[in-house]
Nanobody, 123 residues
Framework: QVQLVESGGGLVQAGGSLRLSCAAS????????MGWYRQAPGKQRELVAT???????NYADSVKGRFTISRDNAKNTVYLQMNSLKPEDTAVYYC?????????????????WGQGTLVTVSS
């Protein structure tokens, strides 16, 4: 089994910054893409940013230029640096990983999610 644990959420004023972290643990063979999603009250979960194992990134238009996703493959950790935060960024942020778990030859691709961390941006 694989677990993703997020940290770094909290309350911040508009214009401020936060850095989220997500560490993967368990029987990890390799990690393909990792990413961050968010869900605001009354809304569907939406993609924020993703990053491949090779470092290619993709961002939602709403966060381009303000958020930066990065990862440390040696630590199985993905980060989300959030700058110039706006009240509309308030949401529960979820970490996601496409993770190959197990020991060869018994490998399986798992779609892993963290438990979520709340980010609240006050105006």
């Amino acid at each position: 089994q694989v677990q993703l644990v997020e940290s770094g959420g909290g309350l911040v004023q508009a214009g401020g910054s936060l850095r989220l972290s997500c560490a993967a643990s368990g029987s990890i063979f390799s990690i393909h893409s990792m990413g961050w999603y968010r869900q605001a009250p009354g809304k569907q979960r939406e993609l924020v940013a993703t990053i491949t194992k090779g470092g290619s990134t993709n961002y939602a238009d709403s966060v381009k230029g303000r958020f930066t996703i990065s990862r440390d493959n040696a630590k199985n950790t993905v980060y989300l640096q959030m700058n110039s935060l706006k009240p509309e960024d308030t949401a529960v942020y979820y970490c996601h990983g496409a993770i190959v778990a197990g020991i060869p030859p018994a490998l399986s691709l798992q779609d892993a999610w963290g438990q979520g961390t709340l980010v609240t941006v006050s105006s």
